[in-house]
């Protein structure tokens, strides 16, 4: 039956949704005997969990996520696309609902929620659009796409969240305080966790035209302690609003990527 399964891209909620027809084999302790007593009929308790899952993506198409790093295959556009279609896949070959939000400082492309193979196709080919040289601003989108994204249900951000942290953690809190389930996944390249240059670089800034000529040996202790701060309160942020938040490198192929926050999800539903 569409959508009436366990999976790890379902949401943690179990709260009560609605009542649906009893059906030959169901469990009957999930019987609402009040309302049997009110009709004759047998209905079903149905949670939150049980009914069809609308998934929306939030996918991060700024300038910023262009960016590929010596280690990488792909840069992080690319890798946050490829793991939103396959996502979408999962979701509709459960037979639940995705939508699809791209943005930068605001929302460019909005695929309303659908399913099936046709949907699917519709939400992979919106994502030729992207930032190019636009800046990110994630805390006030995430506003908008509160108000946008109507029915609750699962909203998976995919962004390498270089942004003011605490207007990135007050969007969360908007989805958070809509009832979504919200999950993190944030796309970094491997130069940009390790900083492994040495030879003195002219650093650019990819959403600022700042740039700066440093010897990298220098800066680098002071970039890793900056970037951990950076991490740390990113995770701070998520786990206070019961986020789920996954970091993606691009120099893992994606399939072992996935599979590691699906099984890592799959464990916390469990």
Not at 32 to 55: A, P
Not at 112 to 135: I, K, N, Q, T
Not at 158 to 186: C, E, M, N, T, Y
């Amino acid at each position: 039956m569409a959508g009436m399964h366990r999976s790890p891209l379902r949401g943690l909620s179990v709260e009560f949704a609605e009542h649906r027809e009893y059906s030959p084999g169901d469990d009957l302790r999930y019987v609402d005997w009040k309302v049997f007593g009110r009709s004759d009929k047998f209905y079903l308790k149905q949670y939150e969990e049980e009914t069809n899952l609308v998934c929306y993506l939030a996918v991060d198409t700024s300038a910023s996520m262009g960016y590929r790093g010596p280690a990488a295959a792909m840069s992080k556009l690319e890798y946050a696309q490829r793991a939103a279609a396959n996502l979408a896949y999962l979701v509709t070959r459960q037979q639940d609902s995705v939508a699809l939000a791209t943005f930068d400082a605001e929302v460019r492309q909005f695929v309303r929620p659908g399913r099936g193979a046709e949907h699917w196709r519709h939400v992979v080919e919106s994502f030729d659009v992207s930032g190019e040289d636009r800046p990110t601003s994630i805390g006030p989108v995430l506003h908008q796409l509160a108000e946008r994204f109507i029915d609750r249900g699962l909203v998976i951000l995919i962004s390498d969240l270089f942004d003011d942290v605490p207007k990135l953690v007050a969007g969360l809190k908007h989805l958070r305080h809509r009832r979504h389930d919200v999950i993190v996944l944030q796309v970094l390249d491997a130069a940009e966790i390790e900083f492994p240059f040495r030879r003195t670089t002219m650093f650019e800034s990819v959403e600022t035209d700042d740039e700066v000529l440093a010897h990298p040996i220098a800066l680098r202790k002071a970039y890793l302690a900056e970037f951990g701060r950076f991490l740390d309160a990113v995770r701070r942020g998520c786990r206070e609003l019961s986020i789920d938040h996954f970091v993606l490198r691009t120099d893992e192929p994606l399939a072992d990527a996935l599979s590691r926050f699906l099984a890592a999800r799959e464990a916390r539903s469990a």
